[in-house]
């Protein structure tokens, strides 16, 4: 195990990479002498540094300095709250607030609303005038809405109270007005830290350096024998490695991805972003006037705004399918157009990576079940919200096999939710069985069933993380100290 590290010098301030003269630590100790010399006294850091003309810093390093000696000195570290005016509250304190400003600056006849808001203190101060009765708006004057004053005189109350608070006599503002300003951002509740520092039970005004290293010279000439060192502490840990750091989105895709290997899931491809509407709409029996392939709803592509072609004697199939029914079906009933399905879009979901697969499947000579997973990216034009984004991740699973059943579906899905750590049956995805009308086009097999459940990577992982806006996990709004903070992600119950 590596020795810890060496001690700062007395005085001395941690991470400054310089010694400070080390008068500080004496003069420290001089003044915890004179000053706390009774059982119990002390000193508080604040104030000895601020009858030692040093700055608060400074004397914090060599209260530190001085715990690395041993029982020197003994600090307690305290803190305190005390309210500061921000920069909008010295304004105010200077100007006057925005209301007050507005007001003294309206003229008795008034002024057109537009204009009273280029008015001092207009765009912000004129709702709270409205809102303490001081301005009264005529929507029907001639020319339109026009402001005026509403009483002959007001007090700036505000500014008043900033006033008091910059004196330091907050006690006599009350907690409501406090509050109304700190809502306002005019005031700031600023945390104090200090140290109560006493005497120590080998408190000393004289202080001894402790050695930190054993070098060549105090071996050749036997100095080391008259010099105290300082004990090697073996439970100190070292400086951790810089590392890159895996977003949560990643850690719990990684997880979901091992629980799909356990199972026996294969990975399918995924790297078609661009689809065409065939593959994500039609070949999964979604007729051509359904809503979701409205531009309110799906990002479709200008450049190349078609996919050059369509599998030929699928996509006949298909368009029978759609149009005059079969395998037990009637169809939709209208007129499908290979124009359609051919659009260029950005996939809406990943089923549509799922199609092409079970259109593989089917052109084999002797089919072979499987089981596959996939979990990539997919986009939707969304309105933005708390738990919606234009942009996330589908997690998706396909069992094909002969004689499936909703049952198997249902053993598959508490397998997997199980390991998910989720016991209890919740809505976080959609499951189902394949229609005939989607799988018998591509030609599998009449006995051929296929499974199909699928979820968002977004929701699992805010669920694990305890995070309620999505826009605190994906985009410009992340904490990044979340990311290097958030623990190993482990869904297994």
């Not at 078609?306 to 029914?325: D, I, N």
């Not at 229609?435 to 699992?460: C, Q």
Request: charged share 25%.
């Amino acid at each position: 195990m590596a020795p810890a590290a060496p001690p700062l010098p007395v005085g001395a301030r941690p991470g400054s990479g310089a010694a400070m003269s080390p008068s500080v630590a004496e003069l420290l100790l001089q003044r915890l002498e004179r000053e706390a010399a009774g059982p119990g006294r002390g000193l508080c850091s604040r104030e000895a540094a601020a009858a030692l003309g040093l700055d608060h810093q400074t004397l914090v390093g060599a209260v530190k300095s001085l715990q690395a000696l041993g029982e020197v000195i003994e600090a307690e570290p305290r803190a305190a709250t005390r309210w500061e005016l921000s920069p909008e509250g010295s304004e105010v304190l200077r100007d006057g607030s925005p209301e007050v400003r507005l007001f003294r600056s309206l003229p008795a006849e008034g002024l057109p609303q537009s204009d009273a808001m280029k008015l001092p203190g207009g765009s912000v101060g004129f709702s709270k005038a409205m809102a303490n009765k001081w301005l009264r708006l005529e929507k029907g004057a001639p020319g339109g809405p026009r402001v005026f004053r509403a009483v002959p005189e007001v007090q700036d109350t505000v500014q008043e109270a900033l006033r008091r608070l910059h004196r330091g006599e907050a006690e006599t503002v009350p907690e409501r007005e406090r509050n109304d300003l700190k809502r306002r951002k005019l005031l700031l509740e600023v945390t104090l830290k200090s140290y109560w520092i006493r005497k120590g039970s080998a408190f000393s005004t004289a202080v001894a350096r402790q050695e930190t290293e054993l070098t060549p010279e105090m071996l050749a000439t036997g100095s080391w024998r008259q010099l105290h060192f300082k004990p090697y502490n073996f439970a100190a840990l070292g400086l951790p490695p810089p590392a890159g750091h895996l977003h949560p989105l990643l850690k719990v895709r990684s997880e979901l991805r091992q629980i799909f290997l356990e199972m026996g899931f294969t990975e399918m491809p995924t790297q078609n972003f661009v689809e065409s509407s065939f593959w994500n709409f039609d070949a999964l029996f979604q007729p051509q006037q359904h809503p979701a392939r409205d531009q309110h709803d799906t990002f479709f592509l200008q450049d190349p705004a078609e996919a050059p072609e369509l599998p030929p004697g699928y996509a006949a199939k298909v368009k029978k399918v759609h149009s005059q029914g079969g395998y037990g079906s009637q169809g939709y009933k209208y007129e499908w157009k290979p124009e359609e399905a051919r659009r260029n879009l950005l996939r809406t979901h990943t089923t549509a990576a799922s199609a092409r697969m079970l259109y593989r499947l089917a052109q084999q000579e002797r089919f072979s079940p499987v089981k596959c997973f996939s979990i990539d990216r997919v986009f939707r034009n969304e309105s933005l919200d708390a738990t919606h984004l234009a942009e996330f991740h589908q997690v998706e699973g396909v069992v094909a096999d002969r004689g499936l059943t909703l049952g198997h579906l249902m053993g598959i899905l508490r397998q997997f939710f199980t390991k998910l750590g989720l016991k209890k049956w919740v809505e976080v995805g959609n499951s189902g069985i394949f229609r005939p009308e989607l799988l018998l086009p591509m030609g599998l097999p009449e006995n051929i069933s296929v499974l199909a459940w699928g979820l968002s990577l977004e929701r699992p992982t805010m669920i694990k993380y305890g995070i309620n806006n999505i826009r605190e996990l994906v985009g410009h709004r992340v904490n990044l100290q979340m990311v290097y903070d958030s623990p190993l992600c482990r869904l297994a119950a």
